[in-house]
């Protein structure tokens, strides 16, 4: 796993929005690398470009008031920002899909749940109607959809949240696409539901060898999903690494942060720390970023350094990288 | 629900002061007073209020609108005569309200700042402050005084030989002016309406998966999204429908246009109750027709109506 050539690469990439305030840089130098059938956890605050990244990559930011300012996103060795339009909708659905935190709101209500998977597989394989109808039922069968052949007609309004989000994974992999991009599927699902989705997910993944972005701000699903794990603040990446050596030894101070958030489910929480934890502060509004560090206002090792310059993402150990100047210490390796 | 109707008219008419008596009276210059009584003996008004209630109810559930006083013909007759040129206005100039006004209200919403856009916001504020008749006038001092290339009033012109292609054609002629003032108004709501309720689609999940899935931007626009987005433009058509009637009566007297409008208008001056009578019925039972069209069409586009209607 580790040689494989990466699947999907996306480096410096640079989204701004204009707003009232000013011209806000949501994502700033954003890098990550997929490999084939690697599972990428993405996780971060509200608002520090999770989905944004997700968007990006999809080509599908509203422009304006957004603008891919720089970077590169290349599939394959492909760079989709160079790509044309016609190129992108070849690729979206068929090589790239997504799904969505709204499991509610993400089909259309007034075609049937078989009409919208089928339409997919038409477009992209062309093929006919009752081939493509065909399966949409085989899909459904495939996420575990009891009586498939006569849900394969129902309307979403007929469906609970949680067999919409198997409805709109059976249709994001209709196609075989070799990446899927999930943004935050289980934020809007009760929690016994959210279980059933990640283990379909793992299932899915296991049988069609696809990759898979996993967006969460919730570390429990990043740990049980992930190989790899990015954490984003404010637009950057300021972590990467293995999904255990994060969840053992953060690096990064917000990572570090993030991890004692998580609530455990102890008889008695230490005293010095009660039974929840935050880190102080809020996120900083994107329009207003300095050209310090954009967590130095909330990091108890912040120092003039961090408050002047930005660090850039150092390499620590073999395969991780952290943008901390802490991890800067000449001789590091 | 008919029943009320037909109630509420007839007493809502009986408030109204004078009767057939005093203007038949009226236009022959006078009447004594044995005349008077004479008539009213004739059209049984001597009788008690709800003696006349109950025998007008009895008929109208017989199929009877009674007799109009002036033209001295059965009501239904009357109206059914007069019931085809104004269908064809109404439901033409609605018609093309609908489906102008929705293509230009999708046409905007996918570019909000754009040129078009702004047309279509102005052009709606137009049409929707613009009275009919003042907009038929101006139509007219256009079209008939200045480029004279149309018809100034009628349904045809009476030297054309009926039923022929030419006879058709010439409807169509006459029928332009009168369709475009009493469209132009509705027109206006209606691509505002659409625009509104396509920009508000065209935010929703959805379209964002629909656009996920690869698909092009005109077929989420057009199949994705218009089909959610007329779901508003049918409840206000149904709505409409009746409203459409005032402003067909309008619009009907100034090109004189021989249609229920018109004949409603004459009969409120002739004070020709059973006429009015017979057209108010008539006019909610079409209002009640159009209301369950509207359901249909709901079920057509929207399957939670179906299933929630089935259920």
Redesign the interface.
């Known amino acids: 796993m580790q040689t494989a050539a990466p699947l999907l690469e996306v480096e410096g990439l640079e989204v701004e929005f204009r707003t009232r305030q000013g011209i806000a840089r949501v994502l700033d130098g954003v890098t990550l690398s997929l490999k084939p059938g690697q599972t990428l956890g993405i996780v971060g605050e509200s608002g520090c470009g999770k989905s944004m990244t997700a968007l990006s990559i ?1 080509r ?1 930011v509203p422009t304006p008031p957004g603008r891919i300012g720089a970077g590169a996103v290349r599939l394959k060795g492909e760079n989709l920002l160079q790509a044309s339009e016609a190129r ?7 090589d790239i ?2 799904i ?1 935190q ?1 499991p509610m ?8 749940i078989g009409d919208q998977i089928a ?2 597989v038409r ?2 394989e062309r093929l006919s109607r009752r081939a493509s109808l065909e399966r949409a039922v085989n899909m459904l069968k495939a996420v575990h959809i009891p009586a498939a052949e006569r849900r394969v007609r129902e ?1 979403p ?2 469906m609970s949240g949680g067999m919409r989000q198997r409805v ?1 994974i059976a ?1 994001a992999l209709a196609c075989r696409p070799s990446v899927l991009i999930a943004d935050e599927p289980t934020t809007a699902l009760d929690v016994t539901v959210q279980a059933q989705v990640f283990d379909l997910l793992k299932e899915m993944q296991e049988k069609t060898g696809t990759a898979i972005i996993l967006i969460s701000h919730d570390m429990g699903a990043i740990a049980e999903m992930a190989d790899r794990v990015i954490v984003m603040y404010a637009g950057r990446v300021v972590e990467e690494a293995a999904t255990d050596e994060i969840l053992e030894s953060p690096k990064h101070p917000y990572t570090r942060g993030l991890i004692a958030c998580v609530p455990h489910m102890e008889e008695q929480p230490p005293p010095e720390r009660g039974a929840l934890t935050e880190i102080p502060g809020v996120v900083p509004s994107l329009a207003a970023l300095g050209a310090g560090c954009s967590f130095a206002p909330r990091c108890s090792h912040a120092d003039d350094l961090c408050r002047r310059q930005a660090p850039q993402p150092f390499t620590v150990g073999t395969d991780r990288r952290t943008a901390c100047w802490l991890y800067d210490e000449p001789g590091a390796p | 629900m008919l029943l009320a109707v037909i109630i509420f008219n007839f007493i809502l008419l009986s408030l109204v002061p004078g009767d057939i008596a005093d203007t038949l009276a009226g236009e022959s210059g006078g009447a004594s007073q044995e005349v008077m009584d004479d008539i009213r003996r004739t059209y049984g008004l001597d009788r008690p209020f709800h003696i006349q209630l109950a025998t007008y109810v009895g008929k109208v559930l017989q199929g009877d609108l009674g007799t109009s006083y002036y033209f001295n013909l059965p009501v239904t007759e009357l109206i059914l005569g007069r019931v085809a040129p104004t269908l064809l206005l109404v439901v033409t100039a609605l018609v093309l309200a609908i489906l102008i006004g929705t293509l230009f209200g999708v046409i905007a919403s996918r570019k909000p700042n754009k040129l078009f856009s702004h047309f279509v916001t102005v052009l709606a504020l137009v049409g929707f402050s613009a009275p009919v008749f003042w907009t038929a006038f101006l139509l007219i001092v256009l079209f008939v005084a200045m480029l004279e290339i149309m018809p100034l009033s009628g349904l045809v012109d009476p030297t054309t030989p009926r039923g022929t292609l030419a006879w058709y054609l010439d409807v169509l002629h006459h029928l332009f002016l009168p369709v475009l003032s009493l469209s132009s108004i509705y027109l206006a709501a209606y691509s505002r309406l659409a625009r509104a309720s396509m920009m508000d689609v065209l935010g ?3 379209i ?9 931007e005109t077929t989420v626009t057009y199949k ?1 999204a218009l ?2 987005a007329v779901i508003p433009v049918i409840t206000i058509a149904g709505l409409q429908f009746s409203h459409i009637f005032s402003g067909a009566v309008v619009v009907e007297t100034v090109f004189t246009w021989p249609g229920l409008g018109t004949l409603a208008f004459e009969s409120i001056l002739r004070g020709d109750t059973p006429t009015i009578m017979g057209i108010l019925f008539f006019s909610a039972m079409i209002v009640i027709i159009v209301n369950l069209l509207t359901d249909i069409a709901y079920r057509v ?4 109506i179906r ?1 929630a209607r089935n259920a």
């Open positions: 999809m599908l992108m909708r070849e690729v979206r659905g068929k899909s997504m969505f709204e709101t993400s089909l259309n209500p007034v075609y049937s339409e997919t477009l992209h309307f309004h007929q709109m249709m | 929703s999940d959805y964002r998966t629909a656009r996920a899935k690869g698909l092009g994705h089909r959610n586009v929207d399957p939670r299933s």
